[in-house]
């Protein structure tokens, strides 16, 4: 897709978008529509209301972009800009490949339909043909994993197993583009890292769009980052700095403070420029600092070792792995934002061992470094 075959941009890139813009027309009533076409722009009897307006953005081939934002920040209007679903009303937007999409459950599925019916019908929309499709159908029965489910219409299927085709089909097409936009959020947790996992390949020679609101998957998965907020481009760049940029803003909003992180008029211009020097304006309140730590998470130990998995030489054995405030007791224990831990771990060496060491590493409920 390519909305200006003559855009500039710079020649490895995948993505191209520049001063990009989407305006819906607003109307009370039908009549007013019906009014408008009659007046054929003579007169105006709508609204506009700006979804997206002066984004601008490069992706190179082998680079992976995350896209966070809160609800109808204007997220989804971008990545159907991209797949072109959407017309841009202004600016330039230009993609190179093969774009494969998870916008939105079951898009792309007839209701009606077998899992079988719809995995040729979806693979045949992303460009696929009949024979490339029963070449690979094998792999991607195996990736979706719904068993003898596959010869029942869609309709019957669970929001997860929905997904589970969606995404077994769009890994299997050798998009050169993968745009995915939290449809894995309903998702078993096994299901959701085998999809990581393959993301973690792909994006390594393809390009990625991911929208989450988790900014520690954006942070795991993507090499820049994009803020979106009410339709404009807040924080552009790499993903830790935007990733921070995001909490601030969600930090300070849950708490009613008055926000100054919104770009200056003359900042958004200079970054129409150069998007890479967009950052947000303005000062935090005082006493954000305090707000920001102002979190809890309830830490239990729990008895996993016996069912933990890996490379093992039966060298030394784990014992124990506790994480807990300093100078603290007891089995359950509270964790608060800014306060100092310890992890204790206990092994028991069976042989002798030469330089031993013991690591660690602290990951989410999917599976992710947390850094």
């Known amino acids: 897709m390519s909305s200006d075959s003559q855009a ?8 191209h978008a520049h001063d990009l813009g989407k305006c819906y027309q607003i109307y009370e009533t039908p009549k007013a529509r019906l009014k408008q076409a009659l007046w054929r722009g003579r007169r105006q009897y709508f609204r506009e209301f700006w979804a997206l307006r002066h984004v601008s953005f490069d992706v190179q081939r082998g680079e992976s972009l995350g896209i966070i934002g809160r609800n ?12 072109g679903t959407l017309t ?3 600016g330039n937007l230009s993609t190179q490949g093969r774009v494969a999409a998870l916008l939105e459950l079951g898009s792309g599925f007839n209701p009606e339909f077998t899992g079988l019916e719809n995995v040729y019908l979806n693979a045949s929309l992303l460009g696929l043909s009949k024979g490339e499709t029963d070449q690979r159908l094998e792999e991607i029965l195996g990736f979706a994993d719904i068993g003898d489910f596959i ?3 869609v309709k019957a299927y669970s929001s997860g197993m929905t997904v589970r085709l969606a995404f077994a089909v769009i890994a299997h097409v050798d998009a050169d583009i993968l745009v995915i936009d939290e449809a894995l959020a309903v998702g078993d947790a096994i299901f959701v890292q085998r999809c990581m996992r393959f993301i973690r390949r792909m994006r390594e020679e393809r390009c990625l769009l991911f929208v989450s609101h988790d ?10 980052a994009l803020w979106l907020n009410q339709g404009t481009a807040q924080s552009y760049g790499a993903c830790k700095t935007v990733a921070l940029d995001y909490l601030r803003f969600c930090q ?3 708490y009613g403070e008055e926000l100054t992180l919104i770009a200056t008029g003359e900042q958004t211009r200079e970054s129409e420029n150069n998007p890479e020097s967009m950052q947000p304006t303005g000062q935090l309140p005082p006493d954000f600092q305090d707000h920001i730590h102002n979190y809890e998470v309830m830490a239990t130990p729990t008895d996993n070792l016996a069912h933990a998995s890996g490379w ?8 124990e792995v506790s994480l807990r405030p300093i100078n603290s007791h007891g089995e359950n224990v509270v964790l608060k934002g800014g306060e100092e831990v310890e992890i204790k771990i206990r092994a028991s060496v069976k042989t002798a061992l030469a330089n031993p060491i013991l690591g ?6 999917l599976g992710q470094a947390l850094s």
């Open 360 to 365: 660690f590493e602290v990951k989410d409920k």
């Open 8 to 15: 500039v941009h710079p020649p490895m890139s995948i993505i």
């Open 312 to 319: 093992k030489t039966g060298g030394a054995e784990l014992l």
């Open 88 to 90: 841009p009303t202004e």
């Open 72 to 83: 109808g920040s204007g997220k989804s209007t971008l990545l159907q800009l991209i797949c």
């Open 252 to 254: 300070a909003m849950s």
């Open 151 to 153: 010869h029942q219409p």
């Open 215 to 224: 900014a520690e998957a954006v942070k795991s998965l993507c090499s820049h």
